[in-house]
Structures are given as structure tokens and as C-alpha cells.
DNA sequence: CCGCGATATGTTTCGAAGAACATATCGGTA
DNA sequence: TACCGATATGTTCTTCGAAACATATCGCGG
């Protein structure tokens, strides 16, 4: 696998609740697409990764935070799926504001670390 | 390997400058310890690290931002060793600055992020 | 001119993370 | 009741990055 993808952003927030669970780009990311899409399978995939990485990145939110972020059900008349619970979706909004928060933050000094390497580039 | 630096503080930043560098939490610890041990082995091992991977590290600076963050000797009185150049020590300045704004920013959510989670416990 | 301490690199080994593959289960519907 | 799609989970295979080990170089000081 590469790097965390450098989606258009500034930075890279990673929110470490406690040492058991963490929240960062790609966890909220899933979460979001689960929420949209009804279904880890198809929100990994959506993300190039497989059901099986999808879900214990779930498991692992599931378990850092003592209750469950996603609902998951099987079977049924959509044939299983999964949803946000609203302790999952408090997560996920909490970390878009804080993402949001640090990139408005930032941004002077990312500009001006741009700067600094732009100059670098035009001198050669 | 173990993977989330232990700091202290609320998450972890990871600012990218552009597609070929980007500064986070251990480079730019290791960018603070060289310039205070003046060495890249010294600072490496005082962060668990191989000298190797220290200076590899510095290596993706240094060509990730097309001029030297770190500048080496070798040989001399000194028996070698390593110092910040400008350009190193203004990615630091704005490293940390960048920190410090983020935590600032992220405090209240984080907070609350903790709470949610303790009364999680709690009622169990 | 040899040794020391630090930089600079190459090679090999190892382990962990993920991908790939294989099932098992669930519970509606046809 | 057979089937379908999605969850749930185990096992094996690959791959990639780091660790470990091994040199090579540099240049002053003794």
C-alpha cells in the first residue's frame, strides 16, 4: 500500500482520543462512506481496500470507543448493510470541524512554507 | 514497528507541503534534537532509532524541499556533525507553530470526543 | 600515519501489514 | 428450500519497510 493519500488538503489530522482509538483521515473517511453508501463491503472498496481491511478498521473503532460507531445487520430485504450510529456520526462530524478548525488555522504558515520551497525551485 | 508517537498532546499533524515532502511529528522531533546534539546519530538514538534511518530521514528533507534543512561535516575538530541551516530551522519554527495553532483549535472537540467515550466506559 | 567519531551507503534479514483466497452465517425473497 | 448479497472470520501468501550488519570515507589530533 502507499502513503496516506495526500488528498487536497494542508495536512494530515490524526485525534488521539485516548490509547486505545485514534481518529484520522482514512477512519473518518470510511465512516463518511459507510454512512452514504449503506455497506462496509462497498464503502471499502469505494476506497480500494478490501471488506476484510474495511471492517477491522471499523472493529477497531468499535472497540476503542466501548460501543459500536456502525450498525451492521445481515440478511434482511436489502440483504445485510451497515449505518452510523449516533455515536458514530457525532465522531465523524466532531473530526470534519476539527479538520476544518486546523486547516483555517494553518494556513498562514503552510503558505508560507510553499513559499519557501517555490523560491528553492525557481533559483535552480 | 509501533506505530502512533506517544506525545502528549491531542493528535498528531502532518503538514504536506507538496507532493514530494511533508513534515510531521517525528521529523520534526528529530529536526529539534539535531539542532540541539548537533548530530544525526546522536539525535537518532535519542529517539530509538538507527542512525540509518535517522539520516534517511533528513535525506527526504533535505530532497524533498530541494536545499539542505540539515547541513553535515565530516571529519574535522569535531570528528563531524550536524547543524540546522536556516531553511531547517525556519520548517521547524513553523512546525511547531502549526502545532501549537492545532491544539488550540481542536481542544474543545477533543474534549468532548473524551467525554463521549468516558461516559461510554463509565456506564458499563 | 593511525585512530577516533561521525557521516555516508550497500546488503541482508526479519517481521508486520495488507492482499488474496476460502468459508461460514444470516435472513429475507423467489 | 435454494439463492443472493452482505456481514463475519480464519488462513495463507506477498510485499514493503525497518532493523541489523557491514563497510567506506572524511579529516583533525595525537
Known amino acids: 500500500m502507499k502513503r496516506p493519500v495526500p488528498i487536497s488538503g494542508l495536512g ?3 485525534v488521539v482520543i485516548d490509547q486505545d482509538v485514534y481518529v484520522g483521515p482514512g477512519r473518518a473517511d470510511l465512516l463518511e462512506r459507510i454512512a452514504g453508501m449503506g455497506s462496509i463491503s462497498a464503502a471499502g472498496k469505494s476506497m480500494g481496500m478490501s471488506y476484510k481491511r474495511a471492517w477491522g478498521l471499523v472493529q477497531a473503532l468499535n472497540e476503542g470507543f466501548g460501543a459500536p460507531l456502525v450498525e451492521t445487520v445481515r440478511g434482511g430485504t436489502r440483504q445485510g448493510g451497515a449505518r452510523l450510529t449516533d455515536l458514530g456520526l457525532a465522531v ?3 473530526y470534519r470541524a ?3 478548525k486546523t486547516e483555517t488555522a494553518i494556513a498562514g504558515d503552510v503558505e508560507a512554507l510553499r513559499a519557501l ?3 528553492i525551485a525557481e533559483r535552480k
Request: glycine share 0%; charged share 35%.
Open 117 to 119: 520551497k517555490s523560491d
Open 98 to 100: 476539527m479538520e476544518a
Open 12 to 14: 494530515h489530522l490524526r
Open 92 to 94: 465523524l462530524n466532531h
